[in-house]
């Protein structure tokens, strides 16, 4: 069969081969592929048969299968998939594709029954990676401010706020460490990656955070991450903000109110800082990238005093968290 290179107009820098979980917009398109499945079956019953089958679709027509399945299945609203170009190669389609701003070197087997999301070049010897510890050294200041950008059931930001949970208490007040949550508003509508459930949770938890503050956030967070889920928070909710001294009125008129507002804020800050994957934490304006453990958080902040006060010479947990950066959501 004769190659196709069906180009777009569009002028894409390509990605290496291999499809790695990048730190994305809130929806976190990558995750979403990557985390459901290896290889997509897109007609339901066919396997891996050893040898790939003769062409029965165009590259252009299988091409248009894979984004129809991606845009249809995968991601269902939260992003779009659009080719860039495809062509034959090794025997299979080779197909870019843009989603959300990223491009994607994935494969498709002839018969368009088959999407290879992420591949590996055999033929070249992979890289040893060498992994260099970053010297955070953020601005310092009387009073740093801490932001810790999560979506509310992100099971890595749940992690961050576990870990961050003991430096909360031992600081005081004495650092500023602020929630804020990574949403994208369209219209009236707030999206986020774990769907309307989290998004409606994120609105809540920043009503709490205007309405009362940093104590009784962290409080009525704690009482989430370890009692409630996705699935009952809708309800298991108004039990945090009773341990949390919340008034529960109070939040759901904010939440009517203000949270649109408060969302639109959040997805502009999350803009401005460049922050793209749960949880992210920044101190100062510098990122940090360390170990998400109460001991390395606290290290992290106390950093940024200009005069740390005694609580910094306390040793928290290391055994809790992560002693790497870890995933994102």
Same mark, same amino acid.
């Given at each position: 069969? +004769?190659?196709? #290179?069906?180009?777009?107009?569009?002028?894409?820098?390509?990605?290496?081969?291999?499809?790695?979980?990048?730190?994305?917009? +809130?929806?976190?398109?990558?995750?979403?592929?990557?985390?459901?499945?290896?290889?997509?079956?897109?007609?339901?019953?066919?396997?891996?048969?050893?040898?790939?089958?003769? +062409?029965?679709?165009?590259?252009?027509?299988?091409?248009?299968?894979?984004?129809?399945?991606?845009?249809?299945?995968?991601?269902?609203?939260?992003?779009?998939?659009?080719?860039?170009?495809?062509?034959?190669?090794?025997?299979?389609?080779?197909?870019?594709?843009?989603? !959300?701003?990223?491009?994607?070197?994935?494969?498709?087997?002839? #018969?368009?029954?088959?999407?290879?999301?992420?591949?590996?070049?055999?033929?070249?010897?992979?890289?040893?990676?060498?992994?260099?510890?970053?010297?955070?050294?953020?601005?310092?200041?009387?009073?740093?401010?801490?932001?810790?950008?999560? @979506?509310?059931?992100? +099971?890595?930001?749940?992690?961050?706020?576990?870990?961050?949970?003991?430096?909360?208490?031992?600081?005081?007040?004495? *650092?500023?460490?602020?929630?804020?949550?990574?949403?994208?508003?369209?219209?009236?509508?707030?999206?986020?990656?774990?769907?309307?459930?989290? !998004?409606?949770?994120?609105?809540?938890?920043?009503?709490?955070?205007?309405?009362?503050?940093? !104590?009784?956030?962290?409080t009525y967070v704690d009482y989430i991450?370890?009692?409630?889920?996705?699935?009952?928070?809708?309800?298991?909710?108004?039990?945090?903000?009773?341990?949390?001294?919340?008034?529960?009125?109070k939040i759901e008129n904010c939440f009517k109110?203000?949270?649109?507002?408060? @969302?639109? *804020?959040?997805?502009?800050?999350?803009?401005?800082?460049?922050?793209?994957?749960?949880?992210?934490?920044?101190?100062?304006?510098?990122?940090?990238?360390? *170990?998400?453990?109460?001991? *390395?958080?606290?290290?992290?902040?106390?950093?940024?005093?200009?005069?740390?006060? &005694?609580?910094?010479?306390?040793?928290? &947990?290391?055994?809790?968290?992560?002693?790497?950066?870890?995933?994102?959501?």
């Amino acid at each position: 069969m +004769p190659k196709e #290179d069906i180009e777009k107009t569009e002028e894409k820098k390509k990605e290496g081969v291999t499809i790695k979980i990048p730190r994305m917009n +809130p929806w976190m398109i990558s995750t979403i592929i990557l985390a459901i499945i290896l290889v997509v079956v897109l007609v339901r019953g066919q396997g891996i048969t050893g040898r790939f089958v003769t +062409p029965t679709l165009t590259a252009q027509d299988a091409a248009n299968k894979a984004i129809d399945y991606i845009n249809k299945y995968l991601l269902q609203g939260r992003g779009t998939a659009t080719l860039i170009s495809v062509k034959e190669e090794n025997g299979l389609y080779n197909a870019q594709l843009n989603i !959300a701003g990223r491009i994607y070197n994935s494969y498709i087997t002839m #018969d368009g029954k088959l999407l290879f999301p992420s591949v590996v070049n055999m033929t070249q010897t992979p890289e040893t990676a060498t992994t260099v510890p970053e010297k955070f050294e953020p601005k310092k200041t009387d009073k740093p401010v801490a932001q810790l950008f999560v @979506m509310s059931f992100c +099971p890595y930001g749940i992690q961050a706020e576990k870990a961050m949970k003991p430096v909360v208490d031992l600081l005081d007040g004495k *650092a500023s460490i602020e929630p804020h949550f990574i949403v994208s508003v369209s219209g009236t509508t707030v999206n986020s990656l774990h769907g309307e459930k989290e !998004a409606n949770e994120d609105m809540r938890q920043a009503c709490i955070w205007k309405n009362y503050g940093q !104590a009784t956030f962290w409080t009525y967070v704690d009482y989430i991450d370890n009692k409630c889920s996705l699935d009952t928070v809708d309800t298991c909710w108004k039990d945090a903000a009773k341990a949390a001294k919340v008034d529960v009125a109070k939040i759901e008129n904010c939440f009517k109110t203000e949270g649109l507002t408060l @969302m639109r *804020a959040e997805e502009a800050l999350s803009n401005q800082n460049g922050v793209t994957g749960s949880p992210t934490l920044i101190i100062n304006g510098a990122r940090y990238n360390g *170990a998400r453990t109460p001991e *390395a958080y606290k290290q992290a902040i106390c950093s940024a005093f200009n005069k740390p006060p &005694s609580e910094c010479s306390k040793t928290l &947990s290391e055994s809790s968290g992560s002693t790497t950066s870890g995933g994102y959501c």
